[in-house]
T-cell receptor, first 117, second 111 residues
Framework: EAQVTQNPRYLITVTGKKLTVTCSQNMNHEYMSWYRQDPGLGLRQIYYSMNVEVTDKGDVPEGYKVSRKEKRNFPLILESPSPNQTSLYFC????????????????FGQGTRLTVV | DQQVKQNSPSLSVQEGRISILNCDYTNSMFDYFLWYKKYPAEGPTFLISISSIKDKNEDGRFTVFLNKSAKHLSLHIVPSQPGDSAVYFCAATPRDDKIIFGKGTRLHILP
C-alpha cells in the first residue's frame, strides 16, 4: 500500500530538548516536504527536497532542519524546540515530475501533533 | 502577505445541493492550482487541479473553475454528499516548485 508514514503521531516535549520527527515513503518519490498546520493559518511549507541531498527552505524554515540522505526518508529536526513550534506537522511526498504537476500525485502522512511546554 | 486566500472559514450546504468553495490569489505567476480535502486526524488528500492555461476542469462531482483576470478559482461539488464534510484547502504553485496553501474552508453538509 502506497503511504507516507510519520512518527511519532503525538509528542509532548520541553523547551530546548532536541527532537526528530521521522517521515518515510514507500513510493520511490523524489519530492518530499514538511508542513505545519496552525489554526487560522492553514498549511505552511517548512522545507522541501527535490531529491537526495537536495533541500530547500519553504515559507517558515526558522527553527527547523531537515536532511535527505536517502530517497525514502526525510526527517524533520528541531534542535531547540520552543513553544511557538507547538503545531500539527505533515510530511508529504510526490513524484516530482514537472512543476505544478508534482502535487497532483502528492501523498500526505497522518500528521504529528507536537506540543512544546 | 497572504498569496492564496480563502475568505470563508466555514460553509454549510444542504445535502444534494451545490457546494461552492472560493479561493482568491494575488500572484499572477502561479502556474497550477489545486484543491485538497482533509478529514480530522488525517493528512490532506489531493482532490482536483487546474493548470493556469485552462479555465475549467471536471472530475465526477467536482469541477474547478479558474478566472485568471479576476485571480479567482472556485470548487463546485454537485450534488453534495455527507462524506464531503471536511476542510478544503486551495493551493497554488509558483514556478519554483513550492506550494502555497490557503487557510482552508470547513464544509458542513447538512442532512
Amino acid at each position: 500500500e502506497a503511504q507516507v508514514t510519520q512518527n511519532p503521531r503525538y509528542l509532548i516535549t520541553v523547551t530546548g530538548k532536541k527532537l526528530t520527527v521521522t517521515c518515510s515513503q514507500n513510493m520511490n518519490h523524489e519530492y518530499m516536504s514538511w508542513y505545519r498546520q496552525d489554526p487560522g493559518l492553514g498549511l505552511r511549507q517548512i522545507y522541501y527536497s527535490m531529491n537526495v541531498e537536495v533541500t530547500d527552505k519553504g515559507d517558515v524554515p526558522e527553527g527547523y532542519k531537515v536532511s535527505r540522505k536517502e530517497k525514502r526518508n526525510f526527517p524533520l529536526i528541531l534542535e531547540s524546540p520552543s513553544p511557538n513550534q507547538t503545531s500539527l506537522y505533515f510530511c508529504a511526498s510526490s513524484l516530482g515530475i514537472g512543476q505544478g504537476e508534482v502535487w497532483t500525485e502528492a501523498f500526505f502522512g497522518q500528521g504529528t501533533r507536537l506540543t512544546v511546554v | 502577505d497572504q498569496q492564496v486566500k480563502q475568505n470563508s472559514p466555514s460553509l454549510s450546504v444542504q445535502e444534494g445541493r451545490i457546494s461552492i468553495l472560493n479561493c482568491d490569489y494575488t500572484n499572477s505567476m502561479f502556474d497550477y492550482f489545486l484543491w485538497y480535502k482533509k478529514y480530522p486526524a488525517e493528512g490532506p488528500t489531493f482532490l482536483i487541479s487546474i493548470s493556469s492555461i485552462k479555465d475549467k476542469n471536471e472530475d465526477g462531482r467536482f469541477t474547478v473553475f479558474l478566472n485568471k483576470s479576476a485571480k479567482h478559482l472556485s470548487l463546485h461539488i454537485v450534488p453534495s454528499q455527507p462524506g464531503d464534510s471536511a476542510v478544503y484547502f486551495c493551493a497554488a504553485t509558483p514556478r519554483d516548485d513550492k506550494i502555497i496553501f490557503g487557510k482552508g474552508t470547513r464544509l458542513h453538509i447538512l442532512p
